[in-house]
């Protein structure tokens, strides 16, 4: 059982011979042609670059702020026991005076006191804080310890929520 190949005439065989392979193209560049790309690759790069160093600028500018929370967190602490009330809500005073002297400066804050104070305190806060900050920077750090006592004892939570409230979000 041998089989041979069937014999191509000599034409046939001739045109096979001279066949080439197929010659396939370059594969395709994931480099853009054109200049657009590049100069739009160029405008992305810049605008994260612009945004990376915004966010950086911002994080340090709000540094003043990160290091009053951390304070106002002592604070609320020290404003539980009635022993240690009034003084704590003298620092809470003393704590929103040095912020908004990082914020402003001394020469506009420095020499606000007592309504003056708490307005300014009230027209840089929220819109809808219920500015128990003012009384206690107008009223209740300078009243006696005896009358602190008597006070409800939710009024240090709302007075530091308050406070943290105004230091996250006072506008300058």
């Known amino acids: 059982m041998n089989e041979t190949a069937p014999a191509l005439d000599p034409m046939a065989e001739t045109a096979l011979r001279s066949m080439k392979d197929i010659i396939l193209p370059p594969p395709v560049s994931w480099f853009p042609q054109t200049w657009g790309w590049a ?5 992305i790069l ?10 950086i ?19 609320d602490v020290r404003l539980r026991p009635p022993a240690t009330r009034q003084a704590s809500m003298h620092d809470i005073g003393l704590l929103l005076k040095q912020v908004a002297i990082a914020a402003w400066g001394r020469d506009i804050v420095g020499r606000l006191s007592g309504d003056e104070w708490a307005r300014f305190l009230a027209s840089h806060g929220d819109v809808d804080e219920r500015h128990l900050l003012g009384k206690v920077v107008d009223d209740f750090e300078y009243r006696n310890p005896a009358v602190l006592k008597r006070l409800p004892g939710n009024l240090g939570d709302e007075l530091v929520a ?3 409230r105004w230091i996250e979000n006072h506008h300058v």
């Open 39 to 43: 100069v739009l690759a160029g405008l």
């Open 46 to 55: 810049a605008a994260l670059l612009a945004w990376f160093f915004a966010e």
């Open 57 to 75: 600028r911002r994080y340090r500018r709000n540094a003043y702020r990160r290091e009053a929370l951390r304070l106002l967190d002592g604070i």
């Open 162 to 164: 308050d406070a943290r």
